[in-house]
């Protein structure tokens, strides 16, 4: 009977239904039901295109049960990176269908196949005589990605992802070549070798790394000696951990070669939790659910899906069938079915009937005792917000006012007086189709007698008075934005380009159109006592040499989409260096986010060598007021058209606003010690001249001709114009600028 039991078993596990079906059991039913659900939504984007070859080479191991786990992987890396470098795949045991699609999605990668791997990779390393070699990587599948690697390369440098490995945002550090030519790995919460780590230390005579995580790194092939590798691979017990014997060998390349382990904002846990600094993610494990229900439903939340799809149909690169059928079927059911049918016009026909005009009068002020105020945009757009919140409070003093707000930008608004109760909700279902009808369940159960839509975005406004009417507001107000104008009791007037108007004073109109005081459309954020002390003492830490120099803020970066319409040159901040400081001495602030790190600190190398100044990188280091309070000891702030702008206006500092694609009479600050520069070209402002996707400018010139022609002398001059103007009312205001040759 056991003899029959056994030979039952081994047929059994033969047969691949049973050995997904026993798979299937391990994981859960319901766990595998989820995973599958958010994998494949993977598989009706666009493929991604790469090199063929380059300095820098990214190759993966894969098999039939990470394969899709690898196209979420690599894509999250290409859509973030912004990079095109070439691909290998190598066949980890995968079968014929799986390789098909994976040719689909990336069909300029390289598979390289079990067998021509053994034929290459085996054929080398016996040739060399590294015996212990082959028998390692015949022993172990991981050992595979060591060898087969980088004796397959003729790259420079090799980034290996594992298939585990999420991107959610830009992962400059490994794009960016170490200076001292260290190797780059992932960090892991603790060591973990095929060997006792002070065993392994006494055995090869290295200090080894603690740490090294091999599961995303960056090496450099010439740090691979093999010879070394075969001797390592002689001492007992090394290869008694077939998991961990590719790590172990990383870190001793490592002892040798340098290594420098990835910041925290690279994450490798089995813990939940996903940071909002987070670039990245690994999620060990055989199943690994976090991966799916974590991971992948953030980049799905994100709108990460959803911009793949956009840049293909921006863009659409050579397709196959299939996919080209794919992706025809989802653009009938995004675009024409969803968007174009359902919510362009299904809904401004349907929703007028369900929710008929009410012809209601403003409020009178004395009744009105609960306010909504909606607004989910991102920082600088919040800060929009907060003249009407002054005069809310001050016309209705004791309403309840609460504020719908982006989660990402709610810091700014909690320490607010003006606003009783702020509700943060996730801002990019909002711009979805689908967002329309999502519900808000922290105030479905409220009564309102006033509604303010503060939106300069169509989906969010339609939306917001969607929403107000299921709420049964009151009255609601709304900006003349998006489709559903028909369902709020009063729309503004549109703030149109051929006559703009400042969005802040546009937001007041609200106001006017209540009854109510129409206050000064002045920004304003309420700092902390708490922000002050961390900003002053961080102050006397970088500043303890003892001399009282004023500080200099740049911020040289802007949003990614934004790249090649609202970016000022770097090397036209190193000659403003150059020109502010050629008198008087000062220190340069380079203010940007922690993704931003390491452009920030390049620029503050080429700065530090034209000028010789002190130049401090805060990138990543202080939240939004925190960073205000920074703004406001600043003597003056350069930057382009993003959130800083706004915030250096809020904190009263003489800035310099640099605008080339946008419209400057809608978004310049109105401060007197705020100047907007423009060199006004005939395309500018040059919103017409956008793509479909991502509804964002697209230059007509092969770079962006309205930034690179404002000259850093002209930005120069007006920094003094400036300066003198505000040392009128503040004599702890001077500087003086050197004289501006042409061509600067």
Known sequence: ????????????????????????????????????LYQRQILGTP??????????????????????????????????????????????????????????????????????????????????????????????????????YYLGSTADRVISIDSDELFFKKPIELLEPDPHGRNLYNQDPETAYSLPYDQLCRLTGLNVPEKVNAGLSVVWRRSINLEHVDRWLAEPGILDSPWLVEQTLHALCGAEAGVRLLPSTYLSTTQPGLPPDA????????????????????????????????????????????????????????????????????????????YPPRNRRPPDPAAVKSVLVWNIDSFGD?????????????????????????????????????????????????YEGHGLFARINEIKDQAFDLMLILEMGSRPADAARLLSRRLNVGYSVSTEVGLLKKLADYTLPPNSPVAPE??????????????????????????????????AKWLR???????????????PCVAPYANLTKKWPQEHYVDLAVLLLAKDRARIVLTGSAEERAECEALAEKIRAATGAQVIVTAGEFGPRRLIELLAAMKLVVVADTA?????????????????????????????????????????????????????PKC?????????????????????????????????????????????
């Not at 039913?29 to 599958?36: D, H, P």
């Not at 830490?541 to 911020?555: A, E, K, M, R």
């Open 382 to 430: 919040l800060l929009w917000t907060t003249p009407t919140l002054r005069a809310l409070r001050a016309g209705y003093p004791s309403a309840k006012i609460t504020m719908i707000c982006n989660q990402s930008a709610m810091e700014l608004l909690e320490t607010n007086p003006h606003i009783g109760r702020l509700v943060p909700v996730k801002a990019a279902r909002f």
């Open 47 to 148: 493929p991604v295109r790469t090199m063929a070859g380059g300095p820098v080479e990214v190759r993966v191991l894969t098999w039939r049960r990470d394969w899709i786990n690898l196209i979420w992987s690599l894509k999250s890396f290409y859509h973030y990176s912004e990079v095109d470098y070439p691909l290998f795949i190598h066949d980890g045991g995968l079968e014929a269908h799986q390789i098909r699609i994976l040719a689909q999605h990336f069909p300029d990668a390289k598979l390289v196949t079990r067998s021509q791997a053994d034929e290459q990779v085996d054929t080398e390393l016996r040739r060399q005589g590294w015996h212990n070699c082959v028998r390692c990587r015949q022993s172990s599948v991981m050992a595979r990605k060591f060898f087969d």
């Open 279 to 354: 670039v990245a993610k690994h999620f060990p494990g055989f199943f690994r659910p976090l991966l799916y229900s974590e991971g992948m439903r953030t980049l799905i939340d994100s709108g990460f899906i959803r911009s793949l799809m956009d840049r293909s149909l921006a863009h659409p690169p050579p397709l196959t069938i299939p996919y080209r059928i794919r992706r025809r079927l989802a653009y009938y059911r995004d675009v024409v079915f969803w968007q174009q049918m359902i919510v362009e016009r299904c809904l401004p026909a349907i929703m007028p009937l369900v």
């Open 644 to 696: 800083i702008l706004h915030f250096a206006a809020a904190a009263g500092t003489p800035t310099i606003g640099l605008f080339g694609a946008t419209n400057l009479a809608m978004i310049a600050p109105r401060n007197a010690n705020c100047i907007a520069l423009s060199e006004n070209l005939p395309c500018s402002p040059c919103l017409q001249n956008r793509d479909r996707i991502p509804f964002w």
């Open 502 to 535: 400042y969005w802040p004073a546009y937001f007041l109109r609200t106001i006017e159109h209540l009854g109510l005081p129409v206050p000064p459309a002045t920004l304003e954020v309420f700092r902390t006592d708490e922000d002050r002390q961390a900003i």
């Open 1 to 36: 009977m056991g003899t029959l039991t056994e030979v039952i078993r081994k047929w059994l596990r033969g047969q691949r239904v049973w050995v997904r079906f026993r798979e299937l059991n391990r994981e859960g039913w319901s766990t595998a039901f989820r995973r599958r």
């Open 541 to 555: 830490q970088v500043c303890s040499d003892g001399q009282n120099l004023p500080l200099i803020g740049f911020h």
């Open 700 to 744: 007509i010139f092969a770079r962006q001709e309205c930034m690179y022609s404002l000259s850093p002398s002209r930005v120069a001059m007006e920094a003094q114009r400036l300066l003198e103007r505000a040392g009128e009312s503040n004599p702890r205001i001077s500087l003086s600028i050197a004289a501006y040759p042409d061509g600067i």
